[in-house]
């Protein structure tokens, strides 16, 4: 399934080329993603979880910057991973150009979600909408990752032990809802840290319950 | 069976009573078929459509693939082992084999458990009633003619060959 | 010597005899067989349309309690033998299907490993816990994708994807076409379906050391053909192999008659670990991995004069073969059924059957006659719009008449015989339909109701269906020692109700009550030979061979009777269960006295003189050729252009199957395969999406017709005895599905006439309506040229 | 298709499962009627590793209450209880109508009306009915309880404002008064199928005039959807055909579905608007009689 997703960004093109060249940058914006091993040559592996309500899938991987053409600003990310259940694939590649665009630069983020197995087989079209919003949330992440002018993710030490990827955190302090449209992140459900203490903000007037 | 901790679950089926260790996940199906050894419940979709698998929970006709056997505890189960008295079928089951309601059987005790919760909660009055009395219930064999008849014939009291 | 006979039993309105058990849940299907401390079976399934295992570890999965053994592919490799088409043609080019690939799958679903565990619950669990490293490669998941050049290919390193093309042709098509006063095409499309039986596809296996026997049980429709392909795989005798289909399956409807790796595995597995192990597969395996049918492409040409008749038909047919040929049963099937019954002087019909990345293609009941059925009468359709003649009419016009059979239509059918009907009367079906449909009515409330914006359509479909096929069918008749006569057929039921009809068969040919009938079916063990339930064809080839078999064992009963009772064998006849002479029921032998003499005799004492031991008698019956019964079909419809609903106001179906066994159970067949029709011509959609991914794989995206969407039918019977066995009867399982998706396809877009939609699909949805309302709208102008054009 | 391992939990008390729940948080899942989670299970889509049972927590969970400003439908009310409701019937025949689409009476038996919310499938009927019943989602956790409306309850396809630790405790409506008409209309390939397109609609009718109203769709977007263009449309206006018609063409167009194997978007798209049409004129008839 290609989904396509374009957004511009207050940034010079060739900056915000330099920081969609790199797999690490991009990859850890992917929702649910987090990057658990540097291994070298700009390849990184990973997990993504996709969790849909009671449906859940986990998928280990490694992303990987194929292709890259400073000249067009173009870079492709080819992100593979395999079920944690032995139940399918998921498969990204994610063609990114840059081209200037007023004082800034637009981005046409192209990517080709294929997802196999069980969460494939389904006739209504949820796992259309979850790509979709997936692949969304993934260009917003970018985006807003390259408006705050924000270096390349500091890439986690060769063979460390899994931990949640920087950018699957807002940075503390900024209100979750001025992303853009972040009510996604609510979807696929990140593990989002502090989330209990917002919601307990939110509660109107507790009552005890009986 | 090598599984986790059980749990107890004690209740009747057909008025018998049962008193069983069981593994949380096995489901009210599984339980009835491997458990009790009552094998007259069918499983043909396990996912709630087919309607092969069901039975009747405290009154209520269930799909016995969508319940946990746990959740039976203290309940009255009844499944098509129970319809018939000492070999005597009870009408609706006469009703089906003089209507041909069935060929392959395997879907049946589905059909007269649903047709028998149903008949007990409401009266059919026309065919449009008997097809939706029977609707959850899937056939592949008899395109329903048998089963539409069979209802019609047991809601209107009607018992002859 | 055949001595006045009590009631017919043949034509008897029966309730059936299994009915008793399955009512009370004391059927005895496979998963509900006792085989004590059996280890369940889990397979795990490739997720790919396409790939190549680069990788296979399975100790996490064996690390697991419960778990006794998890073998791959590469583990089983003295199975791993090609499992036949089981029609061939010396043209096929065929890519081996293995019981389960060790190294590329070809298609979702398809088995790699297999878990063996205390429960199915722990196999399933092992199943997630197996670490699989796939190499994707490119998928091919439609017809047109197979045969486009350059495409990816199903089979890595294979030249093509086709399997085999084929013609069947009489007369000359092309000039035929070419010099029509009138010429009309289309394009159609026939969706994949399936079997879906209720009761999914099942194997149990035991070996005993000690014989070094293996049983089988195993829910198929064929258990001898299954015994021979296990013997020549595992190169064992066919007497240690034991294939029983239990007495309870819980239909067939085809994919069951085919031959799976799944059989193959699990009894090898028994074997290798001396236990008994059952895999009952579920429904989520089933959509994967039984096989489906239906799925072919039609560009069909017609050539008629003025008057609508026919002068040519030319059909270029793409079928999907799958991943693998099954067998070429049903593409010959539609190449054979095109025609008809109508009376066509030139066919030019071309098959491409190809591989694709799905789960094979095999008979499902209809097996490759629907498509062409619906071909066919679209055309006649499209024919008598294109002349402005009443499609009843134009129908009429074509029909073989019922003076005319043998017919022979000049093309081969798939049993290897030039096609021949038998007998018929088609004009008879298609005119009872008409007038129970209130076809002329209909047509003027039609025209009345379309001025409300209301639209009504009638639909008729009429087909001939080829049935009864050889090559044989066999039964035994045995007087055992209890004194009752048991009929062993090698065919096994699905439902069908053999312990019925076989009973009644077996009544009427041996002039006794049926209570001392008893039949059994499908297991090896008791009959040696045997093809199997398919293609409609017990009845003409078993039941002739019960009948058979039957006379001669009353021939011998009575002969024996008359040496006891000392008299002329003319003398003496049945009453109840005993044979009297002169109708004296003082003067008489039971059957269990004529056991007690012929079977069990006194050990070491003569016989006496004139008795013959051994009261059991064999036939087996081989038809010439394949029988043809037929239909017709009307249907009265309103569509809702708004929503694209259809809803049947009435139905009607004519069915000829010649003589009737059983009208009561002949009728479930009929409506229970009208019912299946249905689900193709509106409902069921096997899709896969372009990477070949299955779409529809469970009954929540697959949609199988209850109660409420199956409207009754008045259904009518003719009788046209086939000449080509004695009972002269036909096949009836497959007929009610054969035509529903022409007739309601006909009524639809008869409806929509007005509004210029066409259907060129089947099923025909509600969406597919609206949006072929919607494009009939945006291009009425080049439908408008199409015409002026043809 | 058998369930993989779970620790099960059937508590007693309604704190019993909100201590459960706060201490399990993610890992656990709450079972009502279990009728769409358990083909999850089943399918192994869904893997959880503490399922809470909650239907022992009590009767008082299983009872609608019919009070004088407001209608409570508790955790444990089956969908074929209030189905056979007549009270339920004569106050908000645009909920009964939708039960009697959901599914067969054998899942209905079984299947909680707060399950099928918490469930949250968009092309189920319930999430669209009451969310044209404005209703009023009371959520309750060890932390306390909070009321969710319905606009903020369904996020996404099976995604909702709950959180872990969260059960839905009870829907409410407001107690309709003599004016309030209401309809559903769906329409599936299969009786008893999820709806290509659902619709429920409510109105308030005074003189003939719509004064009020709420349309939502089904089984057209991620969420139940309000369909507010059509609603503004008919707001202020005499029913009959011609608003029927308006209002079929604006609704149409607000909704953008996803297409799939069943349906493509524009068909969807068109069913709503007829839909709606057609709930309308249902209510017309109502309001009339």
């Keep these: 399934m290609l989904i396509e997703n374009s957004f511009e960004v207050a940034a010079d093109p060739d900056e915000v080329y330099r920081f969609l060249q790199d797999a690490h940058n991009v990859a850890a914006c992917f929702p649910g993603a987090e990057l658990t091993e540097d291994l070298g040559d700009d390849a990184y592996q990973g997990k993504v979880k996709i969790k849909v309500g009671p449906v859940t899938a986990a998928y280990q991987g490694v992303a990987k910057v194929v292709e890259r053409d400073a000249v067009a600003r173009t870079a492709v990310l080819l992100a593979d991973g395999k079920d944690s259940r032995g139940s399918g694939t998921a498969k990204a590649r994610a063609t990114m150009r840059v081209t200037p665009s007023g004082e800034g630069a637009n981005v046409v983020l192209a990517t080709d979600l294929t997802i196999s197995g069980k969460l494939a087989q389904f006739g209504r079209g949820i796992m259309a909408d979850v790509s979709g919003r997936m692949v969304g949330e993934l260009a917003s992440r970018v985006r807003q990752r390259i408006e705050q002018g924000e270096p390349a993710a500091p890439a986690p030490a060769a063979a460390s032990v899994a931990q949640p990827a920087p950018t699957a955190v807002p940075p503390s302090g900024e209100p979750r809802d001025e992303a853009p449209p972040m009510k996604a992140a609510e979807l696929i459900r990140i593990v989002l840290a502090g989330m209990l203490e917002r919601w307990a903000a939110r509660l109107r007037a507790p009552r005890p319950v009986r | ?161 | 010597m055949d001595g006045p006979m009590p009631e017919a039993m043949i034509g008897a309105r029966l309730p059936r005899r299994e009915d008793q058990r399955l009512l009370t849940g004391q059927g005895r299907y496979l998963d509900d067989l006792d085989l004590p401390d059996a280890l369940a079976a889990a397979f795990l399934r490739s997720p790919h349309a396409h790939a190549r295992i680069t990788a296979f570890d399975a100790s996490e999965a064996l690390a697991l309690p419960g778990v006794v053994a998890v073998f791959s592919g590469a583990d089983l490799m003295e199975i791993q033998k090609p499992l036949a088409p089981k029609v061939q043609h010396p043209q096929l080019r065929d890519y081996p299907r293995l019981p389960m690939p060790p190294e590329e799958l070809h298609y979702v679903g398809e088995a790699l490993a297999v878990v063996i565990a205390e429960s199915r619950y722990i196999a399933e669990d092992a199943l997630e816990l197996i670490d699989v490293d796939y190499e994707v490669l490119p998928a091919v998941g439609s017809t047109a994708a197979a045969l486009r050049p350059g495409g990816p290919l199903v089979h890595t390193g294979d030249e093509s994807n086709v399997a085999v093309l084929l013609t069947q042709s009489a007369g000359n098509a092309a000039e035929a076409l070419s010099t029509a006063p009138h010429t009309l095409s289309e394009e159609f499309f026939v969706m994949r379906g399936g079997g879906h039986s209720m009761e999914p596809r099942a194997v149990a296996a035991r070996f005993e050391p000690a014989t070094g026997q293996l049983t089988i049980w195993d829910t198929t429709q064929s258990p001898h053909y299954a015994r021979q392909q296990l013997s020549m795989i595992y190169e064992m005798a066919e007497d240690d192999l034991r294939v029983i289909a239990p007495p309870d399956v819980g239909g067939g409807f085809g994919p069951k008659a085919q031959f799976y790796g799944e059989e193959v595995v699990i009894p090898w597995v028994a074997k290798r670990l001396r236990r008994a192990v059952k895999w009952v597969e579920d429904r989520q395996e089933n959509f994967v991995s039984a096989m489906m049918e239906r799925s072919q492409t039609h560009q069909v040409e017609v050539g008629f004069d003025a008057d609508g008749r026919l002068l040519a038909v030319k059909d270029v047919i793409e079928h999907d073969q799958g991943a693998y040929c099954a067998g070429l049963q049903v593409p010959s099937i539609t190449t054979s059924t095109v025609p008809g019954p109508y009376k066509v002087p030139n066919i030019d019909i071309e098959l491409r059957a190809c591989y694709t990345n799905m789960v094979p293609t095999s008979s499902v009941r209809g097996a490759g006659r629907p498509q062409a059925v619906f071909v066919m009468e679209r055309m006649m359709d499209r024919i008598a719009a294109h002349l402005g003649l009443d499609p009843a009419e134009v129908r009429r016009r074509n029909l073989i008449q019922a003076d005319e059979f043998p017919y022979q239509v000049g093309i081969m059918f798939r049993d290897g015989s030039p096609l021949t009907y038998d007998s018929g009367n088609f004009p008879a079906l298609l005119e009872g339909a008409v007038e129970r449909i209130g076809y002329d009515e209909a047509r003027r409330e039609q025209v009345r109701l379309r001025e409300q914006g209301r639209y009504l359509g009638i639909g008729l479909a009429v087909y001939v269906e080829g049935c009864g096929l050889g090559p044989y069918e066999g039964a035994k008749i045995r007087l055992t020692n209890r004194g009752r006569l048991l009929v062993t057929l090698a065919a096994a039921g699905q439902g069908q109700g053999y312990e019925t009809i076989y009973a009644q068969i077996a009544a009427d040919g041996l002039g006794l009550d049926m209570a001392y009938i008893d039949v059994t079916t499908g297991d090896t063990a008791r009959i040696p030979f045997g093809q199997g339930t398919f293609a409609s064809r017990i009845t003409a080839t078993c039941g002739p061979a019960v009948f058979e078999a039957a006379k001669q064992m009353r021939a011998r009963l009575l002969d024996t009777a008359a040496v006891l009772l000392g008299c002329d064998v003319s003398e003496v006849d049945f009453d109840g269960n005993h044979a009297c002479l002169g109708g004296d029921r003082e003067k008489s032998v039971s059957l269990q006295q004529l056991a007690q003499v012929a079977n069990i005799g006194k050990h070491g004492i003569t016989l006496p003189r004139g008795i013959t031991a051994g009261l059991e008698t064999a036939s087996y019956f081989s038809p010439e050729r394949a029988a043809y019964a037929s239909g017709a079909h009307a249907a009265l419809v309103e569509v809702d252009p708004e929503t694209g609903g259809i809803t049947i106001l009435k139905y009607v179906i004519g069915h000829d199957c010649g003589t009737v066994i059983n009208p009561l159970l002949v009728d479930g067949q009929v409506l229970g395969g009208f019912a299946h029709g249905l689900g193709n011509a509106m409902y069921e959609e096997a899709v896969y999406d372009d990477e070949a991914t299955p779409q529809a794989t469970s009954y929540l995206d697959y949609a199988l017709v209850s109660s409420a969407e199956v409207p009754p039918v008045e259904l009518f019977h003719i009788h046209s005895s086939s000449p080509l066995n004695p009972l002269g009867v036909k096949g009836a399982g497959e007929g009610g599905t054969v035509p529903p998706p022409a007739a309601i396809a006909n009524a639809v877009e008869d409806a929509l006439r007005p509004l210029g939609a066409r259907v060129t699909r089947a099923p025909v949805t509600p969406a597919r309506i609206v949006d072929a309302l919607l494009a009939a709208a945006s291009v009425a102008d080049s439908v408008a040229e199409k015409k002026k054009v043809s | 298709m058998k369930p993989a391992r779970f620790t099960y939990h059937a508590p007693r008390e309604l704190d019993e499962a909100l201590d459960l729940l706060r201490d399990l948080g993610d890992d656990a899942k709450v079972l009502a009627g279990g009728q769409s989670l358990m083909p999850m299970l089943n399918f192994r889509l869904a893997h959880v590793e503490h399922l809470v049972d909650i239907n022992r927590i009590g009767q008082q969970w299983g009872t609608p209450a019919f009070g004088e400003d407001t209608i409570t439908i508790p955790a444990l009310v089956r969908q074929r209880q209030l189905e056979r409701s007549a009270e339920a019937a004569r106050l908000l025949p645009v909920l009964t109508e939708a039960l009697h689409q959901v599914a067969h009476p054998q899942i209905r038996n079984r299947g909680t009306i707060c399950g099928s919310l918490a469930h949250a499938d968009p092309a189920a009927e319930l999430p669209s009915v009451l969310t044209a019943l404005d209703a009023k989602f009371t959520v309750a956790s060890a932390r306390g309880v909070r009321t969710v409306s319905a606009a903020d309850f369904f996020l996404f396809h099976l995604t909702t404002a709950l959180e872990p630790d969260e059960l839905l405790l009870e829907v409410s409506v407001d107690r309709p008064g003599t004016n309030q008409f209401s309809a559903f209309r769906e329409f599936a390939t299969r009786r008893g199928d999820f709806a290509l397109a659902g619709v429920a609609a409510v109105c308030e009718v005074d003189d003939g005039v719509v004064t009020a109203c709420r349309i939502a769709a089904a089984g057209v977007a991620p969420t139940p959807q309000r369909l507010t263009d059509a609603e503004l449309l008919v707001i202020g206006q005499p029913l009959g055909p011609d608003l029927g018609a308006a209002a079929e063409a604006t609704a149409r167009a607000q909704v953008d579905p996803t297409g799939d194997i069943h349906a493509s978007a524009e068909y969807r798209a068109r069913l709503t608007g007829v839909l709606v049409k057609r709930a309308l004129a249902d209510i017309t008839e109502k309001a009339h009689a």
Aim: with cysteine.
């Design chain 2, 1 to 161: 069976m090598l599984e986790q901790a059980t749990r107890r679950v004690r209740g009747t089926v057909n008025g018998d009573p049962f008193d069983e260790a069981v593994d949380p996940r096995l489901t009210l199906a599984d339980f009835l078929r491997e458990k009790l050894r009552l094998t007259g419940t069918h499983l043909g979709c396990e996912h709630g459509v087919c309607g092969a698998c069901t039975v009747i929970v405290d009154g209520a006709a269930t799909r016995a693939c969508l319940m946990l056997a746990v959740q039976v505890d203290g309940a009255a189960v009844e499944t098509v082992e129970g319809l018939a008295t000492d070999g005597e079928l009870a009408p609706l089951q006469q009703a089906f084999k003089r209507n041909h309601a069935l060929q392959c059987g395997f879907c049946t005790p589905g059909f007269l458990m649903s047709v028998t919760a149903a008949l007990r909660e409401d009266t059919v009055r026309d065919e449009a009633q008997a097809r939706e009395v029977l609707s959850g219930n899937i056939c592949r064999c008899t395109g329903y003619t048998g089963l539409v008849q069979s209802v019609l014939d047991v809601a209107n009291g009607r018992s002859d060959a």
